[in-house]
């Protein structure tokens, strides 16, 4: 339904890029291994400017080339770099190409004169880029930035509005491949897939599994910390697990929305902490919830039990989880994301061996990339044309 809405919505006009997410996620030593790569700082200044880091997940980075400005007459949208496949930019190039004269921050930045006035919105190509007071200066035809990703905490929404710009984010497409990567990541860290798989290809291991068990999630308690509509796809398929369903939210869910999926709500998040088996955190990173799991909540959890993690790493005060993981106050921890992506190579979290850590890689599959493209680029044009917004961003 949402898709058939944004394609009746789609129609030519420009556009800039913005830096991929995955272009800044830090890549696990295991996950490196195995064919992913980490591509070094560019030495073109703009992306020192703009803090961008490209690092594909299957090689090669998108070139200017790839992004032409097409035709006079469709409106400019700026692309603000890009990470991943060639294959999927060039898919999500195609995308765009219909509705907007594309133009990369490389192009930008060698003919800003010409270039500045042509722009009416911003593609950023999931969350992190950053959108500084100098960009938005420099662009005053701007209307819109269409995050592609849900999270908008790399984007200052006070200081976007004062210059009267629009800024719209793609909550539908990112939910169901953010809860499939929440189970993942639940399912790895209990039966311990990382170690297994490192002992299952070392040459000379004598060790059984007796020696490393894992635990069940089947009929265990999973406390969803964030239940909005990834936390609600994530109890979805919890049930499925017949786990029993904990939940603490700012809001309570309707009576009907709790039974459909057996979710009990805690008012005091202090109570999911201490009857879960996995706490998992779907919050956005807010100043209400930077560091919201430190010392004390995890503290309060059992010793048994796992943290997972796929709002944002600030959620999170990492020196207490060191220490919690190193103690066994908490058994393990899964992390999709972390602060900074990527962590420092020497960072104690990557030291560890209760601990999972991917690259922030809850979208990244081909699906959900063209999705939240096609919800960018709906929620764009619908700003562009003067018709309701589908996902407009409020500042708070
Ligand atoms: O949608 C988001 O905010 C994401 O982090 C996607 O990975």
Redesign the pocket.
Known sequence: MLRSKAFSLLKPIPLMFGQS??ASKCIHPAIASHGHRCHRRSPVDYRQKYKTYSCSVGGGTISASHMKVMAEDLPGVLILDIGGTHGVLENLAALLKKHFHLITMKEFLENKKEMSKKIQSVFVF??RPTIDQELLESLPNLKVIG???????HLDLKMISNFGVKVT???HA?AD??AD?AMTLMLASARRLVEGCQIAVSPDTKCFAVDWLGVEVTRATLGIIGMGSIGYKVAQRARAFNMKILYHNRNQRRKEEEEAVGAHYCEKMEDLLQQSDFVMLVVNLTPETHKLIGKKELGLMKPTATLIN???GAVIDQDALVEALQKKIIRAAAL??THPEPLPRDHPLLKLNNIIITP?????TVQ?IRM?AEEAIANILAVLNGQPIPSEVFPK
Request: overall charge negative; some cysteine; glycine content about 10%.
């Open positions: 997410n995955l999931e969350c995050n592609s990703g849900v999270g908008v905490d984010n793609t909550p990112v491949p953010t990567m796929i709002s944002r999709d994301v922030h890689i809850g979208t990244a959900a939240m």
